[in-house]
């Protein structure tokens, strides 16, 4: 596991690139900045690319098409996220201070582009009350996996983690490495995240990189959370929302879990 910040500047930083060391990703991941009126090009010879807003308001233009997408803030609004596959033009102009991830991997499939859009975004509302008491209440929206881009190398999605809970969570692990990019409501906010044994405390803009072990996220109370969340799938092993939980905390998830606990909350406490 590895996990850093960067000091974002204007323009393209870059967090992972697999020219100098893709940390077993396979994968470029970067944060675009663009003030209003700025735009930015990226044609990749070899590569598909991604290009999810986590904030602003930008003009996406390829292959003769345009979007016009408004995001004021990931926490409260949902995405959109331009697909493309290699050699594709894609231009970028902002209208607004604009905030956007971009991730690639070499794929000579050719297909046609798809914008993800909040109507087309999959959202499932995971962890009700029921479940662990609330704790691991969260949403996880997915834009394109195997089941739906079967032709791309890579899946992207995010995970709205209320503050306080859990999200990944009960502990797993799959094959294919992963990357979480972090985002907090407050640039103070601040979360922990937990794996291949060790602990590490999460914050605004932060990545990290999971290549083994069991993995969960938590973010502190009082501040929301949210992270992409990217895989490019294995040569002849492609991810198919794998998960396999750790043994020692799969018990978590049976129905009556926390029972005893509501049981407690009648009793005198001494």
Not at 107 to 113: D, L, V
Not at 242 to 268: C, S, V, Y
């Amino acid at each position: 596991m590895t996990y850093f910040d960067r000091e974002i500047k204007p323009g393209y930083n870059a967090y992972i690139d697999a020219a100098v060391d893709d940390m077993g990703t396979q994968m470029d991941v970067g944060l675009l900045v663009l003030e209003a009126g700025q735009s930015y090009t990226i044609e990749e010879g070899e590569k598909e690319t991604a290009v999810l807003l986590f904030s602003g308001h930008v003009t996406y233009e390829w292959n003769g098409k345009r979007e016009e997408a408004v995001r004021p803030d990931c926490f409260r609004h949902e995405a959109y996220c331009l697909l493309a596959p290699r050699e594709t033009r894609i231009v970028l102009t902002a209208h607004d201070h604009s905030e956007l991830y971009i991730q690639k991997t070499v794929n000579p499939t050719r297909y046609a582009a798809v914008m993800y859009t909040p109507e087309t975004v999959q959202v499932q509302h995971a962890g009700a009350q029921g479940e662990l008491m609330g704790c691991m209440r969260r949403e996880i929206k997915t834009f394109f996996d195997y089941d739906n881009a079967p032709f791309s190398r890579m899946v992207l999605g995010e995970v709205l983690n209320f503050p306080g809970k859990w999200s990944s969570y009960p502990p797993h692990h799959h094959p294919q490495p992963e990357v979480y990019f972090y985002r907090f409501d407050h640039p103070q906010g601040f979360g922990a995240g937990f794996a291949n044994g060790e602990i590490y405390k999460t914050g605004h803009n932060g990545l990290s990189v999971i290549t083994s072990g069991f993995h969960s996220q938590t973010a502190a109370p009082g501040y929301a959370m949210c992270y992409a969340w990217g895989i490019r799938h294995l040569d002849g092993d492609p991810w198919k929302k794998t998960r396999i939980d750790d043994p020692e905390h799969a018990w978590l998830w049976k129905a009556d879990a926390n029972e005893h606990i509501f049981q407690m909350e009648g009793e005198e406490r001494r």
